[in-house]
């Protein structure tokens, strides 16, 4: 097959390697459409030091071999029995493990999902990962309910683009932050009420005035601090990620007198992917593509996903 591998020192190579074989209780997925996601840059830049050479890639759809199904894949493997956290065993597909960055993959046959019937194979190929991250840090940890109100940070990312249609449809106010003012528009259009321009204004006045938020989605990591400020009271932060830094220092008195909640959340569990699947079973929404690129350009898609100029995903064709 073909496929694209990082080798030592960050080098993607498009290459022949061998067909994956399928071990017990697995299956062999010829793969349509695969998407990029920011931990695939961990990954090609060492940040995970994972065994090299090694396929990157989390998100995929395609064909299983043994049974012709349509399915999409979901990305989180040996998640474990607990809802709470991930088991000892839990692994991200796409490092160690093999990912999709190629023409086939081979998953845990639990792994693969019927893929939903009214999106293409790049939109069902860019849902999984982004969506289960967005579905379990709004419901499975965030708590949102209906008529709360919720700030996303970073609007036009994967996760983001799907936090918001997600939120809308689940019936919150949806608040938005960038420094784009056209992302700020398009986010209009998925379903946010109003966004703030982190880059021109001081974004937490701004949506302390649009009244507060009970449930920020914070994947910046350093923003922490203006995140607390900006919630209501008994108001939940909800973080994963951290592309604007790794540390962040908090002020315990109004945390703790603001009676706020600090969650942490990492991918999801099979059942936060089986209602992720309901939800867009539910919904007329599509997940929002950015760009298409041919598997053999995955190098420069990676490049334009570093750029952050995107709007929704980066995808991958891959046959």
Request: a negative charge.
């Amino acid at each position: 097959m073909q496929a694209v591998r990082v080798h030592e020192g960050g080098e993607l190579r498009f290459e022949t390697v061998a067909d994956p074989v399928a071990g017990p209780g697995e299956v062999v997925v010829e793969l349509k459409a695969a998407a990029l996601n920011r931990r695939d840059l961990l990954v090609c830049n060492g940040t995970y030091p994972f065994p090299l050479p090694l396929v990157p890639g989390s998100d995929g759809a395609g064909v299983r071999r043994d049974t012709g199904a349509e399915v999409v894949i979901y990305p989180s493997l040996r998640w474990g029995h607990a809802e709470a956290a991930p088991g000892p065993d839990f692994q991200i597909l796409g490092g160690p493990t093999d990912g999709t960055y190629a023409e086939l993959v081979v998953v845990p046959e639990a792994n693969v999902f019927p893929k939903p019937a009214r999106l293409s194979w790049e939109e069902a190929a860019s849902m999984s990962l982004a969506g289960l991250t967005a579905y379990r840090a709004l419901f499975a940890r965030g708590g949102l309910v209906t008529g709360e109100t919720v700030l996303v940070l970073g609007a036009g990312s994967g996760v983001s683009t799907i936090v918001v249609q997600l939120a809308s449809q689940a019936g919150a106010r949806v608040l938005v932050t960038s420094s784009s003012d056209e992302k700020i528009e398009r986010s209009r259009a998925l379903g946010a009420e109003s966004g703030v321009n982190y880059a021109t204004s001081d974004w937490v006045t701004e949506v302390k005035e649009l009244g507060g938020a009970d449930l920020v989605i914070d994947s910046v990591g350093s923003t922490w601090p203006q995140s607390l400020e900006c919630l209501r009271p008994g108001g939940r932060l909800v973080v994963f990620g951290a592309t604007g830094g790794t540390e962040a220092t908090l002020s315990v008195r109004p945390f703790y007198a603001g009676q706020h909640s600090l969650l942490g959340t990492l991918m999801g569990s099979p059942s936060d992917y089986e209602g992720f699947l309901s939800a867009v079973g539910r919904g007329s929404w599509r997940p929002v593509i950015d760009s298409v690129y041919p598997l053999a350009e995955a190098a420069t898609a990676l490049q334009a996903l570093e750029a952050s100029a995107h709007f929704g995903k980066l995808v991958l064709t891959c046959s």
